[in-house]
């Protein structure tokens, strides 16, 4: 009997009948730097971690904050053997630059501070930081849509143009071992993601994205996020017998390549930031 994901790949193939698809055309427009780049790594930790409070800030907003749970790791540019984690319970809408807890793989606190960091939180992400040393930035969250999408256990399907951020970039684990309280599990979890993508369905769980910088993991999470609802939203749909229509494969990993982009990726989180310095006039960069 042919699986879930078996059925998706073969119907993408019979759609894909679309000559090929050309490059992008060429245009006069201004091109930009999208991501910044320091000689200064100091200058690099300060801006990060601005990206990564006003982050913290955005999920609240968001509706994404939920108790305890949820973090975010920086690899700290000045020491990569370290790694910044938002402070255990305090709550995602009062963080602030000065509240991140710098700390190292073996979970030593390294500044003076009066918080400390979830214990779950700070396995998952050591052990990733270790794993997968192209990977600075990593988020979980206990976000509404990415945890109802992850008791199915299936990554989601090619059927808006918005998925194409996840083709050949989403892994699925599916051996849920309970809350993550020893490195095992950890080391289960980025072995399942994998050596090259950022994204992963933790089945029974909820969603984790990754990126080189904070704005491309942070624009993963928001898009696979509201990707999960979008989802959802098309399983009601398809339960009253309308048909789905999927994103033929060529198409899809078009809009990856050209689109769906590293920087673009960043690019998508930039405007959440610079609504968040306006609203907070950037209280939270203290």
Request: proline residues 6%; charged residues 20%; hydrophobic residues 35%.
């Amino acid at each position: 009997m042919a699986t879930t994901t078996q059925t998706v790949t073969a119907t993408q193939a019979r759609l894909s009948t679309q000559p090929k698809l050309p490059a992008p055309s060429e245009t006069k427009l201004p091109k930009i730097q999208k991501i910044p780049t320091f000689t200064d790594k100091y200058e690099q930790r300060k801006w990060e971690k601005s990206q990564m409070a006003a982050a913290f800030r955005i999920f609240a907003k968001l509706g994404f904050c939920d108790g305890v749970a949820g973090h975010m790791s920086l690899r700290d540019p000045v020491n990569p053997e370290l790694f910044w984690i938002n402070p255990y319970a305090k709550h995602f809408s009062q963080i602030n630059v000065s509240d991140l807890v710098l700390v190292n793989e073996e979970g030593e606190i390294q500044e003076p501070t009066k918080y400390t960091v979830s214990k779950a939180g700070f396995i998952i992400h050591s052990v990733l930081h270790q794993m997968r040393p192209d990977i600075n930035v990593a988020v979980h969250l206990h976000s509404p849509y990415g945890r109802a999408w992850s008791a199915f256990g299936r990554p989601i399907e090619m059927l808006v143009q918005d998925s194409c951020y996840f083709y050949d970039d989403l892994s699925v684990y599916e051996g849920f071992g309970g809350t993550v309280l020893a490195k095992e599990e950890g080391m289960n979890l980025s072995k399942a993601l994998g050596p090259k993508n950022k994204n992963i369905i933790l089945q029974n769980h909820g969603i984790m994205s990754c990126g080189t910088t904070v704005g491309e993991a942070a624009g993963f999470f928001i898009a696979l996020e509201r990707a999960c609802q979008t989802q959802l939203l098309i399983e009601a749909a398809a339960a009253s017998g309308v048909p789905k229509k999927y994103i033929p494969r060529e198409e899809a990993e078009y809009s990856k390549r050209y689109d769906y982009t590293q920087e673009n990726t960043y690019m998508s989180f930039q405007p959440e930031y610079q609504c968040m310095v306006a609203e907070t006039n950037g209280s939270f960069l203290q």
